[in-house]
């Protein structure tokens, strides 16, 4: 099976631009979760959708949103991007049942000048 | 509200020495408890689980960890390091609510192997 894909891998934004990453699951897995990962907070959730509702919800202001879509891909995007945005974004997909294990895709590495 | 503590931040061994990085965490209730490794360049992967049974599991390249219910323990085991175990090493906690799941994580222990 193919693992978690992200696209894109690499991104260099402009403060107050917006940001759309893309994150395709792995086939069969319903659920789709999203991390930040920064050298200073290490690995934060931001949250996690499953059949197109977002189900969680991390402490994260409201530019940060996410949609999935019926077939379980999802988008995150990021609204007037800050410096402090600049960070590697992660998504891991599982099946969805709530306590099974969660891959990781390679992330996308999100630069803001 | 979870929490998930990894005591050490850096540790270098030589290889062939052993190795034990500390992972507690803090919740009341049921929880799955993970270790994921994160190699130079690569994407997080996997290393080992525990969701109920045997509290002694064992992972790929030889881990194993230790679920210690009465500690919030978790601590993570190898008797051999190899070099190729150069890695940043994650500690994450599952406190699904029978719906909604959220990994928090550790800060990470960085692992050095020298030869």
């Known amino acids: 099976k193919a693992g978690v894909t992200q696209t894109p891998r690499y991104l260099i934004k402009t403060r107050g631009q917006q940001v759309t990453l893309s994150c395709s699951p792995i086939?069969?897995?319903?659920?789709v979760s999203w991390y930040q990962q920064t050298p200073g907070q290490g690995l934060q959730f931001l949250f996690e959708y499953f059949s197109e509702t977002q189900r969680n919800k991390g402490n994260f202001p409201g530019r940060f949103s996410g949609r999935q879509f019926s077939n379980s891909r999802s988008e995150m995007n990021v609204s007037t991007l800050e410096l402090g945005d600049s960070a590697l974004y992660l998504c891991a997909s599982s099946l969805g049942l709530g306590s099974d294990t969660q891959y990781f895709g390679p992330g996308t590495r999100l630069t803001v000048l | 509200a979870q929490s998930v503590s990894q005591h050490n931040h850096h540790v270098i061994l030589s290889e062939a020495a052993s190795l034990e990085l500390g992972c507690n965490y803090s919740?009341?209730?049921?929880?799955?408890l993970f270790w994921y490794v994160q190699y130079p360049g690569q994407h997080l992967q996997l290393l080992l689980k525990y969701f109920s049974g045997d509290p002694l599991v064992k992972g790929i390249k030889g881990f194993e960890a230790e679920f210690i219910k009465s500690k919030f323990s978790f601590n993570l085991r190898k008797p051999s390091v190899q070099w190729s175990d150069t890695a940043e090493y994650f500690c994450?906690?599952?406190?699904?609510?029978?719906?909604?799941?959220?990994?928090?994580f550790g800060t990470g222990t960085r692992l050095q192997v020298t030869l």
């Open positions: 994450a906690v599952n406190a699904y609510t029978g719906t909604a799941s959220k990994l928090t």
């Open positions: 086939s069969g897995h319903r659920s």
């Open positions: 919740y009341g209730g049921t929880v799955n």
